[in-house]
Protein backbone atom coordinates (compact mmCIF):
# COMPACT_ATOMS: atom_id res chain seq x y z
CA UNK A 1 0.00 0.00 0.00
CA UNK A 2 1.69 3.12 -0.83
CA UNK A 3 1.25 5.89 1.05
CA UNK A 4 -0.85 9.36 0.97
CA UNK A 5 1.46 12.06 -0.95
CA UNK A 6 0.87 15.56 -0.25
CA UNK A 7 1.63 19.41 -2.02
CA UNK A 8 1.47 22.74 -1.36
CA UNK A 9 0.33 25.00 -3.67
CA UNK A 10 0.47 28.67 -3.05
CA UNK A 11 -0.97 30.66 -5.84
CA UNK A 12 -2.21 34.05 -4.75
CA UNK A 13 -4.21 35.29 -7.94
CA UNK A 14 -6.43 34.72 -9.81
CA UNK A 15 -4.22 34.00 -12.83
CA UNK A 16 -1.90 31.76 -10.85
CA UNK A 17 -4.85 29.98 -9.34
CA UNK A 18 -6.07 29.34 -12.67
CA UNK A 19 -2.80 28.08 -14.06
CA UNK A 20 -2.18 25.77 -11.14
CA UNK A 21 -4.98 24.41 -11.88
CA UNK A 22 -3.96 22.86 -15.17
CA UNK A 23 -0.81 20.68 -13.42
CA UNK A 24 -3.11 20.22 -10.20
CA UNK A 25 -6.14 18.19 -12.37
CA UNK A 26 -3.63 16.53 -14.16
CA UNK A 27 -1.59 14.98 -11.02
CA UNK A 28 -5.24 14.37 -9.36
CA UNK A 29 -6.22 12.83 -12.50
CA UNK A 30 -3.68 9.99 -12.07
CA UNK A 31 -2.78 10.24 -8.15
CA UNK A 32 -6.25 10.97 -6.63
CA UNK A 33 -5.31 10.41 -3.46
CA UNK A 34 -2.82 13.22 -3.19
CA UNK A 35 -3.73 15.96 -0.64
CA UNK A 36 -2.91 19.16 -1.92
CA UNK A 37 -3.35 22.32 0.07
CA UNK A 38 -2.19 26.01 0.70
CA UNK A 39 -3.14 29.56 -1.11
CA UNK A 40 -5.46 29.28 -3.93
CA UNK A 41 -8.72 30.50 -5.53
CA UNK A 42 -12.16 29.05 -6.84
CA UNK A 43 -9.96 26.77 -9.29
CA UNK A 44 -7.90 24.56 -7.32
CA UNK A 45 -11.50 24.41 -4.85
CA UNK A 46 -12.86 23.14 -6.88
CA UNK A 47 -10.91 20.19 -7.50
CA UNK A 48 -10.66 19.76 -3.74
CA UNK A 49 -7.87 21.56 -2.86
CA UNK A 50 -7.55 22.38 1.29
CA UNK A 51 -7.46 26.43 1.00
CA UNK A 52 -5.56 27.81 4.07
CA UNK A 53 -6.15 31.15 2.28
CA UNK A 54 -7.90 32.33 -0.78
CA UNK A 55 -7.05 34.85 -3.72
CA UNK A 56 -9.44 36.90 -2.42
CA UNK A 57 -7.82 37.79 0.57
CA UNK A 58 -3.89 37.66 -1.03
CA UNK A 59 -4.35 39.87 -3.91
CA UNK A 60 -3.01 42.89 -2.66
CA UNK A 61 -0.98 45.41 -5.11
CA UNK A 62 1.55 47.92 -4.72
CA UNK A 63 4.25 48.65 -2.66
CA UNK A 64 1.96 51.29 -0.29
CA UNK A 65 -1.15 48.47 -0.33
CA UNK A 66 1.31 45.43 1.03
CA UNK A 67 2.56 48.00 3.54
CA UNK A 68 -0.73 48.96 4.76
CA UNK A 69 -2.01 44.81 4.74
CA UNK A 70 1.48 44.02 6.59
CA UNK A 71 0.28 42.61 9.74
CA UNK A 72 -2.12 40.23 7.84
CA UNK A 73 0.84 39.00 5.36
CA UNK A 74 2.81 37.98 8.52
CA UNK A 75 -0.10 36.46 10.27
CA UNK A 76 -0.70 34.49 6.73
CA UNK A 77 3.51 33.58 6.35
CA UNK A 78 3.08 32.03 9.91
CA UNK A 79 0.01 30.08 9.65
CA UNK A 80 1.21 28.87 5.91
CA UNK A 81 4.44 27.88 7.75
CA UNK A 82 3.31 26.18 10.40
CA UNK A 83 1.05 23.85 8.26
CA UNK A 84 4.22 22.89 6.28
CA UNK A 85 5.70 22.26 9.47
CA UNK A 86 2.71 20.06 10.41
CA UNK A 87 2.39 18.42 6.65
CA UNK A 88 5.03 17.71 5.66
CA UNK A 89 4.55 18.17 2.01
CA UNK A 90 6.68 15.95 -0.45
CA UNK A 91 6.76 18.88 -2.71
CA UNK A 92 5.95 22.45 -3.42
CA UNK A 93 3.91 24.24 -6.51
CA UNK A 94 4.53 27.84 -6.67
CA UNK A 95 2.88 30.19 -8.54
CA UNK A 96 4.25 34.04 -9.60
CA UNK A 97 3.46 36.20 -6.58
CA UNK A 98 7.56 36.50 -5.90
CA UNK A 99 6.85 38.63 -2.97
CA UNK A 100 5.23 35.47 -0.30
CA UNK A 101 6.69 32.53 -2.43
CA UNK A 102 10.42 33.68 -2.84
CA UNK A 103 9.93 34.02 1.11
CA UNK A 104 8.63 30.32 1.98
CA UNK A 105 10.97 29.19 -0.81
CA UNK A 106 13.71 29.66 1.78
CA UNK A 107 11.63 28.19 4.39
CA UNK A 108 10.36 25.03 2.64
CA UNK A 109 14.18 24.50 1.23
CA UNK A 110 14.95 24.34 4.97
CA UNK A 111 12.70 21.88 5.52
CA UNK A 112 13.57 19.52 3.10
CA UNK A 113 10.75 20.22 0.74
CA UNK A 114 11.96 20.30 -2.97
CA UNK A 115 10.61 23.49 -4.45
CA UNK A 116 9.14 23.66 -8.11
CA UNK A 117 8.37 27.20 -9.00
CA UNK A 118 6.12 27.67 -12.20
CA UNK A 119 5.82 30.68 -13.97
CA UNK A 120 8.83 32.59 -12.47
CA UNK A 121 8.88 36.38 -10.90
CA UNK A 122 9.64 38.54 -13.45
CA UNK A 123 13.08 39.62 -12.43
CA UNK A 124 14.22 40.45 -16.14
CA UNK A 125 11.74 43.55 -15.30
CA UNK A 126 12.80 44.48 -11.81
CA UNK A 127 14.23 43.26 -8.94
CA UNK A 128 17.26 41.30 -10.62
CA UNK A 129 18.64 40.74 -7.18
CA UNK A 130 15.92 37.47 -6.58
CA UNK A 131 17.98 35.62 -8.66
CA UNK A 132 20.08 34.54 -6.02
CA UNK A 133 17.79 33.86 -4.15
CA UNK A 134 15.92 31.38 -6.60
CA UNK A 135 19.39 29.75 -7.53
CA UNK A 136 19.72 28.92 -3.75
CA UNK A 137 16.08 27.89 -3.19
CA UNK A 138 14.40 26.23 -6.14
CA UNK A 139 15.02 23.03 -7.64
CA UNK A 140 13.08 23.22 -10.38
CA UNK A 141 12.52 26.32 -12.32
CA UNK A 142 9.69 26.36 -15.17
CA UNK A 143 9.30 29.07 -17.36
CA UNK A 144 6.65 30.16 -19.93
CA UNK A 145 8.59 32.91 -22.09
CA UNK A 146 11.31 31.40 -24.47
CA UNK A 147 13.16 34.47 -23.47
CA UNK A 148 13.39 33.26 -20.27
CA UNK A 149 15.72 30.75 -20.82
CA UNK A 150 18.72 32.36 -21.90
CA UNK A 151 18.10 35.06 -19.02
CA UNK A 152 18.52 32.83 -16.30
CA UNK A 153 20.94 30.81 -17.99
CA UNK A 154 23.04 34.15 -17.89
CA UNK A 155 22.62 33.80 -14.14
CA UNK A 156 23.73 30.41 -14.04
CA UNK A 157 20.23 28.73 -13.92
CA UNK A 158 18.47 26.01 -15.94
CA UNK A 159 15.13 27.00 -16.35
CA UNK A 160 12.43 24.97 -18.42
CA UNK A 161 10.67 26.65 -21.28
CA UNK A 162 7.38 24.23 -20.93
CA UNK A 163 5.11 26.72 -22.89
CA UNK A 164 2.62 29.13 -21.68
CA UNK A 165 -0.84 28.40 -20.06
CA UNK A 166 -2.59 31.02 -21.79
CA UNK A 167 -2.56 29.37 -24.95
CA UNK A 168 -3.85 26.08 -23.28
CA UNK A 169 -6.27 27.27 -21.27
CA UNK A 170 -8.15 29.52 -24.24
CA UNK A 171 -7.83 26.44 -27.19
CA UNK A 172 -10.30 24.90 -24.88
CA UNK A 173 -12.91 27.39 -25.11
CA UNK A 174 -15.73 27.20 -27.75
CA UNK A 175 -16.99 30.46 -29.51
CA UNK A 176 -20.12 31.02 -31.55
CA UNK A 177 -19.88 32.57 -34.88
CA UNK A 178 -19.89 36.17 -34.77
CA UNK A 179 -22.91 36.86 -36.52
CA UNK A 180 -24.64 34.27 -33.96
CA UNK A 181 -23.24 36.58 -31.11
CA UNK A 182 -24.56 40.01 -32.28
CA UNK A 183 -27.94 38.48 -32.83
CA UNK A 184 -28.05 37.32 -29.33
CA UNK A 185 -26.81 40.43 -28.08
CA UNK A 186 -29.01 42.54 -30.08
CA UNK A 187 -25.96 44.57 -31.75
CA UNK A 188 -26.75 45.67 -35.24
CA UNK A 189 -24.07 44.42 -37.56
CA UNK A 190 -22.45 47.52 -38.71
CA UNK A 191 -21.55 48.55 -35.51
CA UNK A 192 -18.53 49.30 -34.30
CA UNK A 193 -17.92 47.20 -30.77
CA UNK A 194 -14.84 48.23 -28.50
CA UNK A 195 -14.30 46.10 -25.33
CA UNK A 196 -13.69 46.98 -21.91
CA UNK A 197 -11.54 45.15 -19.50
CA UNK A 198 -10.55 46.95 -16.34
CA UNK A 199 -9.05 44.48 -14.68
CA UNK A 200 -9.19 41.87 -11.65
CA UNK A 201 -8.45 44.23 -8.93
CA UNK A 202 -10.85 46.54 -7.08
CA UNK A 203 -7.26 49.20 -7.33
CA UNK A 204 -7.29 48.73 -10.72
CA UNK A 205 -11.17 49.58 -11.46
CA UNK A 206 -10.93 52.59 -9.16
CA UNK A 207 -8.21 54.13 -10.82
CA UNK A 208 -8.75 52.98 -14.74
CA UNK A 209 -12.65 52.23 -15.24
CA UNK A 210 -13.41 55.71 -14.65
CA UNK A 211 -11.01 56.76 -17.02
CA UNK A 212 -12.43 54.19 -20.00
CA UNK A 213 -15.53 55.27 -19.17
CA UNK A 214 -15.16 59.13 -19.84
CA UNK A 215 -12.84 57.61 -23.10
CA UNK A 216 -16.19 54.91 -23.99
CA UNK A 217 -18.28 58.18 -23.87
CA UNK A 218 -16.45 60.41 -26.32
CA UNK A 219 -16.34 57.45 -28.61
CA UNK A 220 -19.76 56.86 -28.82
CA UNK A 221 -20.40 60.33 -30.45
CA UNK A 222 -17.96 60.03 -32.87
CA UNK A 223 -20.12 56.95 -34.41
CA UNK A 224 -22.44 53.92 -34.15
CA UNK A 225 -20.68 52.11 -31.07
CA UNK A 226 -21.28 49.50 -29.17
CA UNK A 227 -19.39 48.75 -25.78
CA UNK A 228 -18.99 45.05 -23.88
CA UNK A 229 -18.07 44.86 -20.46
CA UNK A 230 -15.72 42.12 -19.40
CA UNK A 231 -16.23 42.10 -15.75
CA UNK A 232 -14.27 40.04 -13.19
CA UNK A 233 -16.26 37.43 -11.18
CA UNK A 234 -14.12 38.61 -8.19
CA UNK A 235 -15.22 41.72 -7.75
CA UNK A 236 -18.39 43.06 -6.17
CA UNK A 237 -20.75 43.87 -9.23
CA UNK A 238 -21.40 47.44 -7.10
CA UNK A 239 -18.27 48.89 -7.89
CA UNK A 240 -18.63 48.86 -12.01
CA UNK A 241 -22.25 49.53 -11.23
CA UNK A 242 -21.32 52.55 -9.30
CA UNK A 243 -19.11 54.31 -11.98
CA UNK A 244 -21.39 53.22 -15.04
CA UNK A 245 -24.23 54.95 -13.29
CA UNK A 246 -22.13 58.04 -12.90
CA UNK A 247 -20.56 57.82 -16.43
CA UNK A 248 -24.06 57.33 -17.78
CA UNK A 249 -22.86 54.16 -20.02
CA UNK A 250 -24.71 50.75 -20.75
CA UNK A 251 -21.97 48.49 -21.64
CA UNK A 252 -23.58 44.95 -22.61
CA UNK A 253 -22.18 42.50 -20.29
CA UNK A 254 -20.19 39.17 -21.40
CA UNK A 255 -17.72 37.02 -20.59
CA UNK A 256 -13.92 38.67 -20.98
CA UNK A 257 -13.13 36.43 -23.14
CA UNK A 258 -15.96 37.38 -25.09
CA UNK A 259 -14.80 40.87 -25.34
CA UNK A 260 -11.62 39.64 -27.03
CA UNK A 261 -13.36 36.89 -29.00
CA UNK A 262 -15.81 39.59 -30.70
CA UNK A 263 -14.08 43.05 -30.15
CA UNK A 264 -13.16 45.25 -32.89
CA UNK A 265 -10.50 46.89 -30.51
CA UNK A 266 -10.45 46.96 -26.42
CA UNK A 267 -9.50 48.62 -23.87
CA UNK A 268 -7.54 46.66 -21.48
CA UNK A 269 -5.78 47.19 -17.97
CA UNK A 270 -1.71 46.04 -18.20
CA UNK A 271 -1.71 42.35 -16.97
CA UNK A 272 -2.18 38.79 -18.26
CA UNK A 273 -5.32 40.14 -20.31
CA UNK A 274 -2.87 41.82 -22.53
CA UNK A 275 -1.41 38.36 -23.04
CA UNK A 276 -4.91 36.52 -23.41
CA UNK A 277 -5.69 39.33 -26.16
CA UNK A 278 -2.59 38.65 -27.99
CA UNK A 279 -3.56 34.89 -28.31
CA UNK A 280 -7.19 36.09 -30.33
CA UNK A 281 -4.92 39.27 -31.89
CA UNK A 282 -7.22 42.00 -30.85
CA UNK A 283 -6.46 45.40 -31.04
CA UNK A 284 -6.18 46.85 -28.07
CA UNK A 285 -5.12 49.83 -26.23
CA UNK A 286 -3.44 48.81 -22.88
CA UNK A 287 -3.65 51.00 -19.44
CA UNK A 288 -2.58 51.04 -16.65
CA UNK A 289 -2.36 53.78 -13.70
CA UNK A 290 -1.64 53.49 -10.06
CA UNK A 291 -1.16 55.72 -6.89
CA UNK A 292 1.64 58.67 -7.37
CA UNK A 293 3.81 57.05 -4.88
CA UNK A 294 3.57 53.23 -5.95
CA UNK A 295 4.41 54.61 -9.26
CA UNK A 296 7.05 57.23 -8.36
CA UNK A 297 9.02 53.72 -6.43
CA UNK A 298 8.00 51.72 -9.78
CA UNK A 299 9.19 54.06 -11.77
CA UNK A 300 12.68 53.55 -10.48
CA UNK A 301 12.61 50.28 -10.30
CA UNK A 302 11.15 48.79 -13.53
CA UNK A 303 14.30 48.91 -16.17
CA UNK A 304 11.75 47.90 -19.61
CA UNK A 305 10.62 50.42 -21.56
CA UNK A 306 7.10 48.58 -22.36
CA UNK A 307 5.49 47.23 -19.50
CA UNK A 308 2.27 45.08 -21.39
CA UNK A 309 3.03 41.32 -21.47
CA UNK A 310 1.52 41.85 -25.21
CA UNK A 311 4.57 43.83 -26.50
CA UNK A 312 7.32 42.50 -24.59
CA UNK A 313 6.35 39.10 -26.13
CA UNK A 314 5.93 40.51 -29.87
CA UNK A 315 8.88 43.07 -29.73
CA UNK A 316 10.89 41.99 -27.67
CA UNK A 317 11.69 42.12 -24.05
CA UNK A 318 14.17 45.41 -24.03
CA UNK A 319 12.40 46.68 -27.31
CA UNK A 320 11.20 50.14 -27.52
CA UNK A 321 9.14 49.57 -30.20
CA UNK A 322 5.44 48.95 -29.30
CA UNK A 323 3.21 46.48 -31.55
CA UNK A 324 0.00 47.81 -29.35
CA UNK A 325 -0.03 51.35 -27.43
CA UNK A 326 0.65 51.70 -24.04
CA UNK A 327 -0.95 54.57 -22.11
CA UNK A 328 0.37 54.68 -17.95
CA UNK A 329 -0.46 56.56 -15.22
CA UNK A 330 -1.24 60.43 -16.13
CA UNK A 331 -1.29 59.67 -19.91
CA UNK A 332 -4.05 57.33 -18.86
CA UNK A 333 -6.82 59.59 -19.54
CA UNK A 334 -10.24 59.64 -20.99
CA UNK A 335 -9.20 62.46 -23.62
CA UNK A 336 -6.06 60.20 -24.62
CA UNK A 337 -7.59 56.83 -24.69
CA UNK A 338 -10.18 57.71 -26.51
CA UNK A 339 -8.09 60.07 -29.76
CA UNK A 340 -5.64 56.86 -29.33
CA UNK A 341 -8.63 54.16 -29.99
CA UNK A 342 -10.17 56.34 -32.95
CA UNK A 343 -6.97 56.94 -34.43
CA UNK A 344 -6.64 52.66 -34.69
CA UNK A 345 -10.51 52.16 -34.94
CA UNK A 346 -10.93 55.06 -38.57
CA UNK A 347 -7.73 53.27 -39.86
CA UNK A 348 -8.20 49.40 -41.40
CA UNK A 349 -4.43 49.77 -42.23
CA UNK A 350 -3.12 50.36 -38.61
CA UNK A 351 -5.69 47.76 -37.59
CA UNK A 352 -5.18 44.98 -39.65
CA UNK A 353 -1.18 45.58 -38.98
CA UNK A 354 -1.89 45.04 -35.31
CA UNK A 355 -3.87 42.08 -35.74
CA UNK A 356 -1.07 40.46 -38.08
CA UNK A 357 1.88 41.14 -35.83
CA UNK A 358 -0.09 40.06 -32.43
CA UNK A 359 -0.81 36.73 -34.73
CA UNK A 360 3.18 36.54 -35.41
CA UNK A 361 3.72 36.72 -31.51
CA UNK A 362 0.99 34.61 -30.47
CA UNK A 363 3.55 31.56 -32.17
CA UNK A 364 6.18 32.46 -29.55
CA UNK A 365 4.04 31.16 -26.90
CA UNK A 366 2.94 27.98 -28.00
CA UNK A 367 4.72 24.27 -26.75
CA UNK A 368 2.82 21.05 -25.84
CA UNK A 369 0.80 21.18 -23.06
CA UNK A 370 2.68 23.32 -20.05
CA UNK A 371 -0.24 21.17 -17.65
CA UNK A 372 1.37 17.95 -18.23
CA UNK A 373 4.79 18.81 -18.50
CA UNK A 374 4.17 20.36 -14.93
CA UNK A 375 2.46 17.49 -13.75
CA UNK A 376 5.26 15.53 -15.50
CA UNK A 377 7.39 17.24 -12.69
CA UNK A 378 5.73 17.30 -10.12
CA UNK A 379 5.29 12.93 -10.09
CA UNK A 380 8.88 13.25 -9.48
CA UNK A 381 8.39 14.55 -6.63
CA UNK A 382 5.72 12.93 -5.79
Not at 59 to 77: N, P, T, Y
Not at 197 to 204: A, M, T, Y
Not at 248 to 256: M, R
Amino acid sequence: MTCRRKLFVLAGEVSGDLHAAGPVRELLAARPDTKVFGVGGRKLAELGAELLYTTDQMSIMGFVEVLKHAAFLRKAIRELKAAIVREKPDAALLIDYPGMNLHLAAFLKKQGVPVIYYISPQVWAWKERRVEKIRACVDRLLVIFDFEVEFYRRHGIDAEFVGNPVVEELAELKFAPKPEFLARMGIDSDARIVGLLPGSRKQEIEKIFPEMLGAAKHIGEQGKTVFLLGRSPHIDPALYDRYLREAGIEPLDCTSYEVMRYSDLELVTSGTATLESLCFAVPMVVLYKTSPLNYFIGKRLVKLHNIALANIVACGLLSEKQAVPELIQHEANAGNISRKVLEILCNDAVSSSMRRELREARGRLSSDSPSRHVAAVLFEYL
